[in-house]
């Protein structure tokens, strides 16, 4: 056999929407078990709607809904996150003060912590011992955007067991949008929106051995969620921008976690929300989330949302890939299944996600 033959089948970049899966009200944050199986998907109910604050589970298999869960603790439940084990899900409460704990057997609340502000993020130690909780604000003293404050909880005995306060001096609250933990557990790093302003964003780094602020970055705009690569070498922030819908915001930040230098990249879409590592660590997929606001409008009328689309970036070359993805109205988390075969995005206003194939055979 010739030397230059092989028998491996090159995969290039597939893109191509496979299936659109309906959820609930305001689809947020999403997580997937480790086989692939099943996904469950926050619907945050921005309207309101009474009964809508649930949690959708999917069957991936069958890429459609198999249970809708809902629980009188929910309270624009935000994410999701599996426990090392996935025996237990835990779900942020964002208009409240708690996290609600899920049996991943039998798909029940099981249990409810509370003591948070505004929960908008959660992640756990590699031991499974430990979590950090980011607390975007939402009581009257803090209200939403104006949390400044990190819980350390305790997942043996489900207890907070310390808060970090993020910006001791600032002039402005930290308001810690995202948060993510490097893969060995030593650093977790917090995505902070603080006003909103361009440059006015910041990331905060917390060692994990002192449950203390080592380092604060300046430089991002209303960043919506970080991602740290497998070898923590990394970290990718989305600058979604204001709040307020102007200025928006069209890079993702990617951030050296060794030297803290940051190089932008343009994202080739308006409000860049998600962001997710294809396995092999090649490329990243990041959603726009396209929706602006009409001046004048009353509430919830005045949101327009464009297409929403999904692009490619090519890791070691921080450059895009020539390929946009259509998907539903206002995409804004996105995951990679952990085989790789598929990118899924929550279509925020499309009250759907979006299910992306990410290889194909040539």
Same mark, same amino acid.
């Given at each position: ?7 491996? /089948? ?32 926050? &619907?945050?109910?921005? $309207? ?18 198999? +249970?809708?869960?809902? #629980? ?34 039998? &798909? ?15 992640? /756990?130690?590699? &031991?499974?011992? +430990?979590? $950090? ?33 993020? *910006? ?18 030593? =650093? ?40 740290? @690569?497998?070898?923590?070498? #990394? ?8 709040? &307020? ?34 396995? @092999?660590?090649? $490329? ?12 004048? %409008?009353?509430? =919830? ?16 070359? *921080?450059?895009?890939? %020539? ?18 075969? #598929?990118? /899924?995005?929550?279509? $925020? ?14």
């Amino acid at each position: 056999m010739s030397k230059n033959k092989t028998n491996a /089948i090159e995969r290039i970049l597939s893109g191509e929407v496979i299936a659109t899966a309906n959820v609930g009200v305001s689809p947020a944050a999403m997580a997937v078990t480790s086989d692939s199986a099943s996904l469950y998907v926050t &619907n945050s109910n921005n $309207y309101g709607i009474g009964g809508s604050d649930t949690l959708t589970l999917i069957d991936l298999n069958s890429m459609m809904s198999a +249970k809708t869960i809902a #629980h009188e603790s929910f309270n624009q439940p935000y994410t999701v996150t599996l426990s090392k084990d996935e025996k237990k899900a835990y779900v942020t409460n964002s208009n409240s003060t708690t996290i609600s704990i899920i049996d991943t057997k039998s &798909n029940e609340v099981i249990d409810v912590m509370d003591g948070f502000n505004g929960p908008s993020g959660m992640v /756990i130690s590699p &031991n499974g011992k +430990k979590a $950090y909780v980011n607390n975007y604000g939402a009581i009257s003293t803090r209200p939403s955007g104006e949390g400044n404050t990190v819980s350390v909880v305790d997942l043996e005995n489900e207890t907070i067991i310390e808060r970090i306060r993020l *910006n001791e001096y600032g002039e402005f609250p930290a308001a810690p949008s995202a948060i993510a933990i490097t893969p060995k557990g030593d =650093f977790v790093y917090t995505a902070n929106y603080v006003t909103g302003d361009p440059n006015s964003g910041t990331v905060s780094k917390i060692s994990t051995k002192t449950n203390k602020v080592v380092d604060r970055i300046t430089g991002f705009f209303g960043p919506f969620s970080i991602t740290i @690569d497998a070898e923590g070498k #990394h970290a990718y922030l989305t600058n979604f921008g204001s709040n &307020n819908f102007a200025p928006y915001g069209t890079t993702v930040g990617v951030l050296n976690l060794k030297n803290h230098k940051i190089t932008k990249i343009n994202t080739g879409g308006i409000q860049p929300a998600g962001f997710a590592i294809t396995t @092999d660590g090649k $490329y990243g997929f990041v959603s726009n989330y396209n929706t602006l606001y009409r001046s004048g %409008a009353p509430d =919830f009328t005045g949101l327009t949302a464009g297409q929403g689309t999904v692009n490619i970036i090519d890791l070691k070359a *921080n450059a895009l890939v %020539a390929m946009t993805i259509n998907v539903g109205q206002s995409p804004g988390s996105i995951l990679v299944t952990p085989d790789g075969e #598929h990118a /899924i995005v929550s279509n $925020y206003v499309g009250n759907t996600v979006s299910i992306i194939r990410v290889y194909q055979d040539n």
